[in-house]
């Protein structure tokens, strides 16, 4: 895969994308998925096909915990859904509203709080945590109420910091179906 990334160009052992963590979201969806936009951070040396978007900016860690927490927040794919068919173009992604949030922000500690201990999970995730973390020790991975209770935070957060009301994140959460009713709850609770 090296290789063929490199190409005709001299292989000086620079490092390529494929070696850093990387957003990547995936491309296809159709109506009968709970959600439309499934992001997840990639662990280190993975290549991916083409049906999987791959962030280009190359993020620094933190950014990336928290745009990750955005981008599979109720809100952000309540907005995408609009726009969307069958292919989550990188266009289409471009044109959500994103909030810019910045390191020592409120909402920005809260979100890559939860989504570092959401993401960091495994062998693989090991130098990510101690990248962003430090010297704080590696978590065992969470329950599955554990888990859950942190994506109701998540989202009930992502939901603040786009300003909405209880009622109007009401409403975004009714416009999922397929979503089980609980964790719908438990996001509206934690508003």
């Not at 910045?102 to 990510?128: H, P």
């Amino acid at each position: 895969g090296r290789a063929e990334l490199i190409g005709k160009q001299k292989d000086d052992g620079q490092i390529l994308p494929y070696q850093r963590y990387r957003i990547a979201y995936r491309d296809i969806t159709n109506s009968t998925n709970q959600r439309t936009l499934i992001a997840a951070i990639l662990p280190k040396n993975v290549f991916c096909g083409h049906t999987l978007n791959l962030e280009a900016a190359l993020l620094d860690e933190s950014d990336m915990l928290v745009a990750t927490a955005l981008f599979n927040s109720f809100v952000i794919d309540f907005l995408i859904r609009k726009r969307v068919n069958t292919h989550v173009s990188t266009h289409l992604l471009y044109q959500i509203p994103v909030p810019r949030l910045t390191l020592g922000e409120a909402g920005y500690e809260y979100l890559l709080e939860r989504s570092l201990r959401l993401v960091c999970v495994g062998d693989r995730f090991a130098a990510l945590w101690r990248e962003v973390a430090g010297d704080a020790p590696y978590p065992s991975a969470p329950t599955d109420e554990e888990r859950l209770s942190m994506l109701a935070e998540l989202d009930a957060a992502v939901a603040r910091v786009y300003g909405l009301t209880a009622e109007e994140f009401a409403y975004v959460l009714s416009t999922f179906p397929i979503v089980d009713e609980s964790h719908k709850r438990m996001a509206l609770e934690r508003f």
